[in-house]
């Protein structure tokens, strides 16, 4: 009997306990989202138990009648920390999935919609409406209609200014974004500094450090739907995802059009990033530190990385505010300002590693 022939059972029972993991994986980071989810309601100046944070959630899902509960309890359940919670779950997983497919499509372990200026780019849209009323036939939808279109624009700048010879060079990626980041940071300080609006100036300082507060229940209509489209639409796929990895070339035989391929992705990338951008500001580095950790932890096949990186996103950005509203009460900081703190050391880190990675090969 041949050595193939043998191996044959051995790989089907190492891929049945990958397989096994993984969704052993999922289905503790899901129990984790959970109690994260019911936690971070708890968690506040006025604390509520945990059985009755969710009698509470339920009674208002299933038009319920009264319980043992005040209507000051409902009220903070139900107004103020449940939806401004479930913010943090779709923007954390819509910026994890943002950076997981950057990563891919630029082939840049750097890559994330901060650090390449797009952020920047939708923040220019949202003022843009903010301040000069562009959009304002749309209503509700204005601002993320602006962030859409200002993040595509620098997806499109970005990739213009990062070709060398007709190809996409990575060394120049995140040069380019810099520049982009810069730029667009000029336009928005020059619009807000000239606008009529004296409190303009004041509401787009605190938006564009980020922040969860004063969530409602119509601001996660827009950022629910994109987020099942987009990242739905990403896991549908993950296959040609991972032929990106391995370069262009590689790519294109085995059956996928590139270039019709990274103009899908660059629609949908700017999308996600511009209403989660309009919702809740620019918070920087969850696109670049959760895909990073979810690699380390199911390795680069997209089929897992999505998915996982969908929880691990919702579940990072979730103690993210809640620290940011409790470290340092009755004071509130920024969620911009904690995934800064964190993400900048993770930045370098990883940059750390790319040139030990160089010098090891040369």
Known sequence: MSSTTLNRPRARLVGLAEQIRFWLLLGSLTVLLILSITLAVVIGPVSIPMDKVWQIIWAQISWGGEGDWTQAQVNIVWLIRFPRVLLAVFVGAGLAVVGVAMQAVVRNPLADPYILGVSAGA?????????????AFIGVYAVSTGAFLGALVTFVAVFLLAQHNGRLAPSRLILSGVACAYVFSGITSLITLTSDNRELARSVL??????????????????????????GYLTLQARALNALLVGDETAA???VNVNRFRRQLLL??????????????????????????????????????LPVSVLAGSIFLIWVDVVARTAFAPIELPVGVITSLLGGPFFIWLMHLQRKSMRDVL
């Open 268 to 305: 949908v990338m700017s999308l996600l990033t511009g209403v989660m951008v309009a919702v809740s500001g620019a918070i920087g580095f969850v696109g670049l530190m959760i895909p990073h950790m979810v690699r380390m932890g199911v390795g680069t096949d997209h089929r897992r990385v």
């Open 206 to 231: 605190a938006w564009l450090l980020g922040s969860l507060a004063g969530t409602g229940w119509i601001d996660l209509t827009l950022p629910v739907a994109v987020l099942v489209l987009g990242s």
């Open 253 to 255: 035989t085995l059956g």
């Open 123 to 135: 923040s220019v849209g949202a003022v843009l409406v903010l301040g000069l009323g562009w959009f």
